[in-house]
T-cell receptor, first 113, second 113 residues
C-alpha cells in the first residue's frame, strides 16, 4: 500500500531553533507539495516541486523557510529560525505525472514555544 | 460549506441517514474538483473527484454533484456511519496548466450511533 511518509510526526522546539521536516513521496510520483494547516487559515500551499525542480514557493515566507528536494525520494522543509507563529501541522502531498489527485502524508505537528 | 470565523460548519446526522455536504467554489475557470476526508490527527484522504465536463460522479456510498452555473459542489454520503465522522474539504483546480489545488475551509461531519 503506497503512501506518503513524513518525519517527524511531532516536533516541539523553542523559538529560534532550526526545524527540518522530511517527506518521502510515493514512488513514481514526480510532483511534491508542502502545505501548512492551521485553524485560522486552513490548508495553505507553501511550495511545490516537479521532477525535483521548484515550481512555486510564493506561499512560503522566504526569510525563514526553505524547501528542497535533494533526490526523487526525499523532500525537505526547513524553518530557521522558528517562531511561535509557525506552530501548525505541515503536510506533504505527492502527485503522479499527468494525474490530478494529490495524496497526503500524515503530517508533522510542530509546536514552537 | 463556508467557514464562519474560527468555527467550521458542522453537520450532525444519525447513523444510517444520508449526508449532504456542500461547497461553494470560487473560480468559474476551475476544471477539476476533489473531495477529501480528514480524520482527527491524520492527513487529508482522497474520496472522489469530478471534472468540469461532468455533473455527477458516483463512488462507493458517495456521490459528487457539480453545478457549474452556481459554482456549487456537493458530496452525498449514503447510509452514513460513525466512521464517516471527519472534516470534509472540497478543492478546486484552475485550468491553468498547473496542478495546484485551492482548498475550502472544510465542514465537520458528526455521526451519532
Amino acid at each position: 500500500d503506497a503512501r506518503v511518509t513524513q518525519t517527524p510526526r511531532h516536533k516541539v522546539t523553542e523559538m529560534g531553533q532550526e526545524v527540518t521536516m522530511r517527506c518521502q513521496p510515493i514512488l513514481g510520483h514526480n510532483t511534491v507539495f508542502w502545505y501548512r494547516q492551521t485553524m485560522m487559515q486552513g490548508l495553505e500551499l507553501l511550495a511545490y516541486f516537479r521532477n525535483r525542480a521548484p515550481l512555486d514557493d510564493s506561499g512560503m515566507p522566504k526569510d525563514r523557510f526553505s524547501a528542497e528536494m535533494p533526490d526523487a525520494t526525499l523532500a525537505t522543509l526547513k524553518i530557521q529560525p522558528s517562531e511561535p507563529r509557525d506552530s501548525a501541522v505541515y503536510f506533504c502531498a505527492s502527485q503522479q505525472r499527468q494525474r490530478e489527485t494529490q495524496y497526503f502524508g500524515p503530517g508533522t505537528r510542530l509546536l514552537v514555544l | 460549506g463556508e467557514s464562519v470565523g474560527l468555527h467550521l460548519p458542522t453537520l450532525s446526522v444519525q447513523e444510517g441517514d444520508n449526508s449532504i455536504i456542500n461547497c461553494a467554489y470560487s473560480n468559474s475557470a476551475s476544471d477539476y474538483f476533489i473531495w477529501y476526508k480528514q480524520e482527527s490527527g491524520k492527513g487529508p484522504q482522497f474520496i472522489i473527484d469530478i471534472r468540469s465536463n461532468m455533473d455527477k460522479r458516483q463512488g462507493q456510498r458517495v456521490t459528487v454533484l457539480l453545478n457549474k452555473t452556481v459554482k456549487h459542489l456537493s458530496l452525498q454520503i449514503a447510509a452514513t456511519q460513525p466512521g464517516d465522522s471527519a472534516v470534509y474539504f472540497c478543492a478546486e483546480r484552475l485550468n491553468s496548466g498547473y496542478s495546484t489545488l485551492t482548498f475550502g475551509k472544510g465542514t465537520m461531519l458528526l455521526v451519532s450511533p
